[in-house]
């Protein structure tokens, strides 16, 4: 089966570097996804892992370890709008392999 | 492009009605899925379509019934509510084809309550 892993809750100043990690207990995945989502809405599509390493997009990064059952996404020079939940996915290899898997979220809070 | 939307955004039922919770997408996705979200438990896939005819149970299928006649519209049907479905459900869809599917496309959620 699958399991991740992520804090409930970060917290951090605006123009501070954040991250936010995912441990995950799988068989074996297709790769690691992020996605944001503001006060109950949509969740959107943030980035995406399928190799190991660090994914650059704008200020934010996300990075994967398959060896370490691990990954993380690095938020930089924060601001007051990156306040929301954020939420680590994969998509098992096992099965149908069209079942995506959420983590619980990691609500961050960024102060002024 | 409307993207994916879904109706009612909020619903309000007794115990033991039924109701069908509309989705419908614009992007001639192949993929989409239904999940509720409950606090503290991130979101949990219901059911999914690969395309018109196809479905399959996700993690937490007990309760409701989908169907899928086009590939533009996927709703998700309650046939007896019960309060334990009181959560928010989104709609969501991609490309069914490698790693465009973990790039999911998510409708703005309906707040259902069960009373």
């Known amino acids: 089966g699958q399991s991740l892993e992520q804090p409930s809750e970060v917290t951090a100043v605006e123009g501070a570097i954040v991250q936010i990690n995912c441990t995950y207990q799988t068989s074996g995945f297709y790769g690691l996804s992020w996605y944001q989502q503001h006060d109950g809405g949509a969740p959107t599509f943030l980035s995406y892992n399928a190799l190991d390493g660090l994914e650059e997009t704008g200020r934010f990064s996300s990075f994967l370890s398959r060896s370490d059952s691990y990954g993380y996404l690095l938020l930089q020079e924060l601001q007051m709008k990156d306040s929301a939940s954020y939420f680590c996915?994969?998509?098992?290899?096992?099965?149908?392999?069209?079942?995506?898997?959420f983590g619980s979220g990691t609500q961050l809070t960024v102060l002024p | 492009n409307a993207g994916v939307t879904q109706t009612p955004k909020f619903q309000v039922l007794k115990t033991g009605q039924s109701m069908t919770l509309q989705c419908a997408q614009d992007?001639?996705?192949?993929?989409m899925s239904w999940y509720r979200q409950d606090p503290g438990m991130g979101l949990r896939l219901i059911h999914y379509?690969?395309?018109?005819?196809?479905?399959d149970q996700g993690e937490v299928p007990n309760g409701y019934n989908v169907s899928r006649s086009t590939t533009e519209d996927f709703p998700l049907r309650l046939l007896s509510a019960a309060p334990s479905q009181t959560s928010v459900y989104f709609c969501?869809?991609?490309?069914?084809?490698?790693?465009?599917?973990?790039?999911?496309?998510f409708g703005p959620g309906t707040r259902l309550t069960v009373l």
């Open positions: 996915a994969v998509r098992p290899v096992s099965g149908s392999a069209r079942q995506l898997t």
């Open positions: 379509s690969v395309g018109a005819g196809i479905t």
């Open positions: 992007m001639n996705h192949e993929y």
């Open positions: 969501a869809s991609s490309y069914d084809r490698g790693e465009t599917m973990d790039t999911q496309y």
